[in-house]
């Protein structure tokens, strides 16, 4: 009997031990009996190298055209003076607002209406609106933004003049055009005044100054009330650089208001040296 036991205990003892052998760490054997297989980074890279270099340069491409879009500024601006209407661009970093380039110039691309032809870098005003831009400015020569497209839209206020003399009636932008070479008394009061506010960069007065132009039919009448609205929008722009410190100034727009009339606030403004 007991001979008769030994061999299959034997066995179960070595079926046990074989069990608790532990296997090397990373391998696997497969039920078909196949030799270990051992995943390394270096296997994984062979496979994926090429589709990861791919994804990683169309990403970086991306990124830079990107970048570079929004990188690129460019906008329209008026000389408060002649009028002329030029085309601005330069780059600079969206983020740190840093200018990478020169600026660079170009006649302006909105070249219509009142602003039909180009002379070097610039777009003029129509010859029947410049004949009549006669007006002694009182300020330096300087350009005024009319919009500039960077990652927002900003509209300037040079803007307010452009959208004025460029009136779309019946589809035509030439409302002013043919209206100056049918009222010269009165463009001969218009385009002077307006360019004086231009110059003080008094838009806002603006709009007020071409609706009198608009509806006023009588020339007297017309003279007066252009006379009376220049006066009170000079008065102000005088008292608030005098309250501002800058008396010289102040006296020179009372002066400036005195050409279209006697005005007992101006000149006391002027008298007061």
């Known amino acids: 009997m007991n001979s008769a036991t030994t061999p299959t205990t034997a066995n179960s003892l ?11 760490s990373g391998t696997s054997t497969s039920s078909q009996g196949r030799p270990p297989v051992v ?3 270096g296997v994984w890279w062979q496979k994926a190298r090429w589709p990861t270099l791919i994804v990683s340069t169309i990403v970086l491409l991306v990124c830079a055209v990107a970048y570079s879009l929004n990188t690129t500024v460019f906008g329209t601006e008026i000389n408060s003076h002649t009028w002329e ?12 607002k840093t200018q990478l380039t020169n600026i660079r110039y170009q006649s302006s691309l909105i070249a219509s209406g009142a602003w039909s032809s180009t002379t070097g870098l610039a777009s003029v005003p129509d010859p029947a609106i410049k004949s009549f831009l006669s007006a002694k400015p009182i300020q330096p020569e300087r350009w005024d933004l009319v919009r500039l497209y960077d990652r927002y839209d900003t509209v300037g206020r040079g803007a307010i003049l452009l959208r004025l003399v460029n009136t779309t009636v019946n589809g035509s932008k030439r409302f002013w055009i043919d209206w100056t070479s049918s009222e010269p008394t009165k463009a001969a009061i218009l385009w002077p005044a307006a360019q004086q506010l231009v110059d003080l960069g008094l838009y806002v007065s603006l709009p007020e ?6 509806i006023e039919k009588d020339n007297t009448k017309f003279q007066e009330r252009i006379s009376s609205l220049m ?7 005088a ?5 501002a410190g800058d008396g010289k100034f102040a006296i ?12 007992p606030a101006l000149q006391a403004m ?3 040296k």
């Open 14 to 24: 070595d079926s046990q031990a074989s069990a608790d052998t532990v296997k090397p």
């Open 39 to 41: 995943r390394t980074w």
């Open 85 to 96: 209407v030029r085309q601005f661009s330069f780059r600079q970093d969206p983020f740190s």
């Open 209 to 214: 100054l071409f609706d009198l132009a608009a």
């Open 231 to 237: 006066q009170a929008v000079l008065l102000e722009h």
């Open 239 to 243: 008292q608030q650089n005098l309250t």
């Open 252 to 263: 020179d727009v009372a002066k400036l208001g005195l050409t279209y009339g006697d005005h």
């Open 270 to 272: 002027v008298e007061q």
